[in-house]
């Protein structure tokens, strides 16, 4: 059974590997990320960083043992309803915007996504091949 709760020091090894094996970064406190416990494995992790008029997803990722068995849909779920009213936005990677779109966001303009992520995006050397798509959950 998987279930979802707050992140603990002794979960952060194995959340920064589960972003490392995904070529994503970690950022402390542990506590501010959402994760999909499955047994005495993580399934998932989620952390969503707050901004003056948005919140922002990053990162979201799903172990390749549990994708597409609704655990990133979890995540989602669990963590939206924290947004206090703010929208949430996310740059999609690659086919992972197929699965923002069954989840219900759609595109939107990079204006609304905050400055740190958009030089990212724009100094990243792989954006021709990941081509980043910004979302918005409505
Ligand atoms: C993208 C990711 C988070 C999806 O998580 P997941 O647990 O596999 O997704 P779920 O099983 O909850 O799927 C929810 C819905 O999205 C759909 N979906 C999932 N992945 C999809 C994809 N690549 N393309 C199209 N639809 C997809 C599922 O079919 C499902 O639809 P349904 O509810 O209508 O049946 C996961 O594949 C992942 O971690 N990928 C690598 C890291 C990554 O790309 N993260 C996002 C960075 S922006």
Known sequence: MIKTETAKPE???QVVNLLMENGMDYSDPIEDFTIARANHSIAGCIRIEPHATV???R????????RKTGVGRLLLETAIPNANGRPVVIVSRGESRGFYKAVGFSEADWK??????????????????CNPVPMIYA
Not at 59 to 66: G, K, M
Not at 112 to 129: A, F, G, T, V, W
């Open 55 to 57: 919140k922002i997803i």
């Open 11 to 13: 979960d952060r090894s």
């Open 59 to 66: 990162p979201l990722v799903v172990a390749s043992a549990y």
């Open 112 to 129: 609304l996504i905050p400055d740190h992520q958009r030089e990212e995006c724009n100094l990243c050397p792989e954006r021709p091949s």
